[in-house]
Nanobody, 120 residues
Framework: QVHLVESGGGLAQPGGSLRLSCVAS????????MGWYRQVPGKQRELVAT???????NYADSVKGRFTISTYNAKNTVDLQMNSLKPEDTAVYYC??????????????WGQGTQVTVSA
């Protein structure tokens, strides 16, 4: 079993910053891709950013230039630095991990989510 635990959500003013962090633990052989997704009530969960084990990144157009994803593989951690926040960034943010477990199979895991609210 693999667990992803997010931290760092909260309230920020428009134009402000927040940093999210996610730590993966458990029966991990290797982490292939980690990422952040977000969801607002009544809408589908959407990609925010992903990063592969090779360091290749992918961002949603809506966050390019404002958000930065980074990973610390030795610590099985992925962070999301969010700058120039906008009210439309308000959502529950979920950490995702594509993991090869110690049984040799690849699984996709999700964290429990952390609320980000951008409001004056």
């Amino acid at each position: 079993q693999v667990h992803l635990v997010e931290s760092g959500g909260g309230l920020a003013q428009p134009g402000g910053s927040l940093r999210l962090s996610c730590v993966a633990s458990g029966s991990i052989f290797s982490i292939n891709t980690m990422g952040w997704y977000r969801q607002v009530p009544g809408k589908q969960r959407e990609l925010v950013a992903t990063i592969t084990s090779a360091g290749s990144t992918n961002y949603a157009d809506s966050v390019k230039g404002r958000f930065t994803i980074s990973t610390y593989n030795a610590k099985n951690t992925v962070d999301l630095q969010m700058n120039s926040l906008k009210p439309e960034d308000t959502a529950v943010y979920y950490c995702s991990g594509l993991v090869t477990a110690t049984d040799g199979y690849e699984y996709n895991y999700w964290g429990q989510g952390t609320q980000v609210t951008v409001s004056a």
